[in-house]
C-alpha cells in the first residue's frame, strides 16, 4: 500500500551483531511521510539498536538504508540530521545552564558572522514556541528551570528549527504527567499534519493505540508485523511482542506463608509515587514491577535508603524501621540487591572470597576473630550453589567475566542471612543458566522464612517465580495479581495502562 | 494463597499527577546564595573605605586597576578553562598550572631579552611556551582523559621545575625599553597596564558573549553530550581553552616583568588569586557559570581586598587566608545552590 516515494524511512534487510549476539536480524523498518510510526517489542528485542544504525551510531552488518528517496551509504551521527532525520533522546540532551533560545538555536545561532544577536534568538524562539506549541516562556528562561515536558518541547523545536523531516522520539512520555502527555501528542499530530513523519517509541501501549498509524512490532532481532492499531487493538501488538515458548526455566516451589514481616503504608515521594502500601510476609517472593519513569525504581530506592520518602513509613515485624541510608537499612535485617552491582555491588580489587564475607563477617567470627575454615565453607558454597566461575576462592574479582562478578556482588548481599531481601533486577546481564540458579536461590530464602521483594521488568520471570505481583503505573500501586492467575499479556496491559481489567486477584 | 489483609489499592488512574514544587525553592536558594555572596563582597569594601584612608581615591582605585591587570589576565584564562570544562569543582575544567607557566613564561622572557634577542623574537619565544604549557594540558585531559584537576596539578609539577633549571632559583633583573615603557607609560591619563586590563575585558566580553563560538563553549561545559549531540567538536574546544590559558600565562607573564623589570621565583603563589578571581566571578551569574564581567569584578575585589590589607598595615600574609576562605565559601554555596540532577 505504501509506495517506495512516499517512505521518509526505509530500511531493509538490517542484520547487527556483536560478538556471537544477533541483535539485529534482517530487520526491516519502513515509515510513511506525514504518519506516526509506533516501533514497539519487549527489552532486548532490536528496538533500540535499530534507532541507533538509523542515528549513524552502529554500522550495520548488512542493509540497506533509503531516507527521503535517497539511499545512504554511510550514516554518522554528523550527517544524519542533515537528511532531516532528528532524534528526541529520552534522557534530555539539553544543556541545563543554556537559555531556551540558546538551547534551540546551540550550533545554529542567528546572527552576523562570528557575532550572535541574541535578541533575535530570543524572539524567535519565544515565536515558534507560541506559534507550534502555544507555549509562552519568557526568552531568559534557563532549561533546568523548564518542566520535563516543556524541556522535551524544546528539543523538538530544535529539531523543528533545523528543518527535521523525521523526528525519532525514544520514550518521549516517560517522565510525563497526563495532562503533559496529552499536549504533546497534540503537537505530534500537528506535526504530522504538516507532513512529518514521526517514529514513535513507547512503552505503554495505550499511547501507542490512540497516537500512531502504523507499529512495527519486534522481537528477537527482527520484524515480527506491522499493524495498524486502529483496526486490530493492542491486543494483536501485545501478542505479536511477547516470545510465548518460554522453557521449563522456573523451579517448582511449595512452602509455608508465614506472618507479615515487612510493611510499607501510604508511602509517597513527591514527584514519583504516591500512597503505596504492600506487605511482604515471611516465606514468600512478592514481585513487584512497573515501566520506566512510573516511581517504581523510586519506590525500591526508598525501601533501600538510597532516597528518603516524603511521607508513610515501614515497618519490619511491626517495628517502625527508618532507612536513611543503606547502612541504616542493612543494619536493620534487610539486605539489599542493587541493580548497579558494579557500582554498589563488589570491590574489584579483592578476592571472590573477600567480597562473599565482606558484609557477613560476623557470622564467620569466634570470639572476634574470622574462622577462616567457617568462612571457606560458606565461600565454597555460594560458589557451588551460582555456579561461579573462578579458578579459586581467592582469585580476584576484576579477573572474572561480568557475569560472574554479578554472581559474586550478588552472593555477597545474600550472605547476610536477613529477615528481608529487597532485590532490584537481580537478573539483568545475567546468563540463562544463572537466572535460574538465582530463582533457587531464592526459593531456599524463603523457604527459610525470609520475605522477598522482588523488583524485575522481566514480566515471564515474575509469574514464574513470585507468589503475588504488584503493579505501579504512573506512581500508584494499581494492581495486584497472584501469580498463578495472570498471564503475561494481562501484567503487560497493567503496567502500560493498556485497560484497567475488571478483575483484581483476591487480596 | 496469600493471607494479606485489606490493601488499599486505589484503581483509579487519573489521580493528580505529583507536581514539582521543588524548583520554586531552589530559585529562591539561588537569589540567597548570590545575594549573600555579592553583600559580602559589598560590605567589605565598605568596610575598608571607612577605616582605610584614601581607600576610595581616584590614585588609589587606578593604582588597584592596574596591579590587577595581570591577575585579570590569567584570571580570565582560567575562566574559559572552568566555561569549556564545566564549573563542577571535581570533575570539571581547572587550570593550576597557569601561575608556574606564568613564572617559566617570565623566565623564558627574561632570559632571552638579557641573552640579546629582540624584544619580538623573545615575546614569541614566551607565548610558544605558554601554548606547549597549554597543549601538555590538552593532551594530558582530552586525550588521556585524565581529570583536569591531577593532570594540570602534574604538569605544574613539571613547569615549576622546569622554571628553577632555567633560573637556578635566582632572580633575573630585566632592563629593556620594551617594559619600561609598559610600566610607566600612559594614554590618556591612563596606565599601558590599565589598558590592556580593559583591552581584555572587551575582547573577552566580546568573545565569550557575543559571539557563537562562546556559546557553544559555555555548551560544551554545561553538557558535554548535549553540545556533542548538537554537532560540536567537544575536545577540540576544551583543547582550545587550555591553549589559551597557556597563552594568557606568556600575555601575564610580559606585565609581570614590566612591573617587576625581573623575573622572579613565587610566581606559583599567584595560583590562589587566580582560582579565587575566577570561582568567586561564578556567583555574578544567575547560571553559576564564570562571565567576562563576573571575572572581572571578582579580580578587582581581590585587588582591592589586598590593597585595603596593606591601607590598614595587616600583614600581606592574611590576603591569602582571606582568598582560601571565600573560595570556600563560594564553592560550598554554589555547589549547594546548585540544582541536583536526580
Redesign the interface.
Known sequence: MASGNDLAIDMRGISKSFGVVKALADADLKVRRGTIHGLVGQNGAGKSTIIKVLAGMLKPDAGEIVINGQSVSRLT??NV?KLGVH?I?QDR??????TVG?AIF??N?P?FG???N?RSMARRAREMLSQYFDLEIPAGT?V??L?TAQQKIVQITRALAQNASVLVLDEPTAAL???EVDSLFRVLRRLRDDGIAIIFISHYMQEIEDLCDEVTVMRNGTDVGVIVPRETGIDEIVRMMINRDVGDMFPKRSGA?GA?VLKVS?LS???????V???V?AG?VVGITGLLGSGVKELIHCLFGLEKADGGNITIEDKPARFATPVSAVSQDVALVPEDRRAHGVALGLSVRENISLASLKRYSRNGFVSRSLENAAVDGFIRELSIKTPQRDALVKTLSGGNQQKVALAKWLSCQSKVYVLDEPTVAVDVGAKVEIYNLLNRLAAEGAAILFMSSDLLELIGVC??ILVI????????F?A?EVDSDRLLSAAS?AR?PAD?SA? | MSAVANRELTMNPSKKPPAKAASGRKAVITWLVRLGAIGCFVLILLYFAVMAPGFLSFYNAMNVVEQSAILGVLAFGMSAVIIGGGSDVQTGGIDLSMAAATGLCAAVFASMLNAGFPTPVAFLATLATGLVVGLLNAIAVVRLNILPLLATLATMNIVAGAELILTQNTVLPVTSDFTADLAMGTVAGVSFLAWSLIAFTFLMVAVLHFTGFGLRLYAVGGHPEAARAAGIGVGRYLTGTYLFSGACAALASVLLISRLSASTPGTGELLLSILAAALLGTVFSRRFVPTAGGTLLSTLFIGFLANGFQLLNVSSYWVNGVQGALILLVVAATSFAKPSER
Not at chain 1, 540532551?93 to 543554556?98: K, N
Not at chain 1, 515521594?269 to 500512597?275: I, Q, R, T, V
Not at chain 1, 503505573?473 to 495486584?480: F, Q
Open positions: 551521527p554528523a540530521e532524534f533522546h540532551l539539553l544543556v541545563p545552564t543554556a540558546e546551540l550550533k545561532e546572527g562570528f557575532f550572535v541574541h534557563l533546568q528551570d518542566t504527567v497526563k495532562r506463608i507479615p501510604n515521594l513527591s514527584g514519583h509515587f504516591e500512597d502500601s504492600l506487605q510476609n514468600e507468589d503475588r503505573y504512573r506512581g500508584e500501586l494499581t494492581h495486584e497472584n498463578g495502562g484497567a483484581r487480596a
